[in-house]
């Protein structure tokens, strides 16, 4: 059963990240394009996707590899969010979409950490040291799916359009729950109670006024991100980009992504945390300039924007993470983590859906693009973020500098 496992992780990422790459970046100009929803009701619905950080934790500390192996529940996790992500495509009624989504990412969500479960449990048993050839077939599946749907799918003369993304989406998923049952179950399966959810030390540890500076920059960060993926696909049709285009143009952040998080730890040891995370939330600053004057710089400057995704990622959320990692003790670092990723992609990504939803509906009646007003309060968010780095956030070295790869890599 061993026998080939890398490479067998490698499909699995893969696929992981393509299915959820089918659906993240167009799903906002399905929900407004497609099904005629309101900006309000297409944030809410995105909203849904913050569940999964109240999920997960839940499932962390009383499911996995306590009740059943995480390598079983992330097939059964696919299995069922095949069925809803292809029940989503048949159905028009906002209520429907709403509690629908809503039921896609309680099985989905948890996905992303259990995928980095498997891999690294069973990298463990290998004495470690193959993560990174392992993750970056993540990120390829991310690129792939952009490529594969708008230039094969896109292109076929019975072509449904973006309703087909969630169709091969689901598709993958149901590829993705038999090629996990190709895994090694791991042995160990430990009793797990609900006082591990969130110990007390860990609290302790987020209250710290370094690291508890890092967690709202992580809150501002992640709505803005949710910001850049509600408006992107929109925008982009808005200035009259192809279907066709639209996916690869939202894929070309992944590429620079690549070549940050290689070079994150020297650049942090050059640099320090808090330059570095300021470069990061400089690049957001720069995307959503380009987004705001989309409706009168040549098209070469907004696809700009676009470009620098990642980078944003690598010098934001994925720093935070290592920079808060720093001041964790071994018997506190789940803990750490889990509140982080509730500040963040839990009331951050609550936040920056529903506000972009509310602001695009209020500016749509103005200006060129209609997202006037979302990208300058986008714009007013990264400055106050900006600041609050510059000011409260130290430069100190971590003890131990922890891999940046087992932050959220698929949710973007």
Request: glycine fraction near 10%; charge should be positive.
């Amino acid at each position: 059963m061993q026998r080939f496992l890398v490479p067998r992780l490698c499909v699995m990422y893969f696929l992981q990240c393509f299915a959820m790459g089918a659906v993240v970046p167009i799903f906002s100009l399905y929900l407004r394009n497609d099904l005629g929803f309101s900006g309000s009701q297409t944030g809410l619905i995105l909203s849904m996707a913050a569940v999964s950080a109240f999920v997960s934790p839940l499932v962390w500390a009383v499911v996995v590899d306590r009740v059943v192996s995480a390598e079983r529940l992330l097939a059964l996790s696919h299995a069922a969010g095949a069925a809803i992500m292809f029940g989503l495509s048949q159905v028009q009624d906002f209520r429907l979409v709403l509690g629908g989504y809503l039921l896609y990412m309680v099985c989905l969500g948890p996905t992303i950490p259990l995928t980095n479960t498997v891999v690294f449990g069973h990298l463990q048993e290998r004495g470690g040291g193959e993560f990174g050839r392992i993750r970056v077939f993540g990120t390829l599946g991310w690129i792939v799916v952009a490529w594969f749907f708008s230039f094969f799918w896109l292109a076929r003369v019975d072509s449904a359009g973006f309703v087909d993304a969630l169709r091969v989406s689901a598709a993958a998923s149901a590829v993705m729950f038999l090629w996990s049952l190709s895994i090694p179950r791991r042995r160990e399966i430990h009793p797990g109670s609900l006082s591990q959810l969130i110990p007390r030390a860990a609290v302790q540890v987020v209250l710290k006024p370094q690291v508890l500076t890092v967690g709202i920059a992580m809150l501002l960060i992640a709505a803005l991100d949710r910001i850049y993926v509600y408006g992107g696909s929109p925008l982009l049709a808005a200035l009259g980009v192809p279907s066709q285009a639209i996916m690869p143009i939202l894929s070309l952040g992944q590429v620079p992504e690549l070549f940050a998080l290689f070079f994150l730890g020297s650049l942090v040891r050059r640099w320090g945390y808090r330059r570095m995370v300021m470069l990061g939330i400089g690049f957001q600053l720069f995307r959503f300039t380009a987004f705001l004057l989309g409706g009168i710089l040549p098209l070469p400057l907004v696809v700009a924007g676009f470009s620098v995704h990642g980078l944003t990622y690598a010098f934001g959320i994925a720093l935070c993470s290592m920079f808060a990692d720093a001041h964790c003790a071994p018997e506190n670092r789940g803990g750490v983590h889990q509140l982080l990723e509730l500040m963040s992609f839990g009331f951050g990504n609550i936040i920056g859906n529903v506000g972009a939803g509310v602001l695009a509906e209020v500016g749509e009646p103005l200006g060129t693009t209609g997202f006037e007003v979302l990208y300058g309060v986008a714009l007013a968010v990264g400055i106050t973020a900006l600041v609050l780095v510059r000011l409260r956030m130290p430069d100190a070295s971590p003890v131990v500098e922890p891999e940046p790869t087992e932050t959220n890599t698929c949710s973007r």
